[in-house]
């Protein structure tokens, strides 16, 4: 059993691009899809698929590269709040990531979504995890 599964979602995908695997196949569940549309709409991922199984689902991510030298889009995936420490922030003290160039996704009051539209909303939440 995995008791923080938003860090069993990050350490799939970090392990994946290490192995340079093209695809990588994750447990669903509605906040896991909901953070994989956000990595897709900011172009970390190159697709991702859907699928139903008896179960709970499972979420097939393609994982994206550069064509010359194949490193991986995304440098790092970080963790921030976590179920030992709860990480939460107000609009106006969301830190920025790698001076501007990631994001943070948040978990709000209006859905889960990046650091730069809850700022515009004027909404804070809980900080799930750093992307760049």
């Not at 569940?29 to 697709?47: A, D, M, P, V």
């Not at 979420?59 to 990480?87: C, F, H, M, N, W």
């Not at 700022?119 to 992307?131: I, M, P, R, S």
């Given at each position: 059993?995995?008791?923080?599964?938003?860090?069993?979602?990050?350490?799939?995908?970090?392990?994946?691009?290490?192995?340079?695997?093209?695809?990588?196949?994750?447990?669903?569940?509605n906040l896991k899809k909901?953070?994989?549309?956000?990595?897709?709409?900011?172009?970390?991922?190159?697709?991702?698929?859907?699928?139903?199984?008896?179960?709970?689902?499972?979420?097939?991510?393609?994982?994206?590269?550069?064509?010359?030298?194949?490193?991986?889009?995304?440098?790092?995936?970080?963790?921030?709040?976590?179920?030992?420490?709860?990480t939460y922030s107000k609009?106006?003290?969301?830190?920025?990531?790698?001076?501007?160039?990631?994001?943070?996704?948040?978990?709000?009051?209006?859905?889960?979504?990046?650091?730069?539209?809850?700022?515009?909303?004027?909404?804070?939440?809980?900080?799930?995890?750093?992307?760049?």
């Amino acid at each position: 059993m995995v008791t923080d599964p938003i860090a069993d979602y990050l350490t799939r995908i970090r392990n994946a691009q290490m192995a340079s695997h093209r695809i990588v196949e994750i447990p669903a569940s509605n906040l896991k899809k909901r953070i994989t549309e956000i990595l897709y709409t900011q172009g970390y991922i190159l697709k991702y698929k859907f699928e139903d199984d008896s179960k709970q689902g499972v979420i097939k991510i393609a994982l994206k590269y550069d064509p010359q030298s194949k490193v991986p889009a995304i440098e790092s995936l970080e963790r921030v709040s976590r179920p030992g420490l709860r990480t939460y922030s107000k609009p106006n003290e969301f830190k920025r990531v790698k001076n501007g160039l990631g994001i943070s996704i948040i978990s709000t009051s209006k859905g889960v979504m990046t650091d730069k539209e809850a700022k515009a909303q004027n909404v804070g939440g809980e900080v799930l995890c750093n992307v760049y």
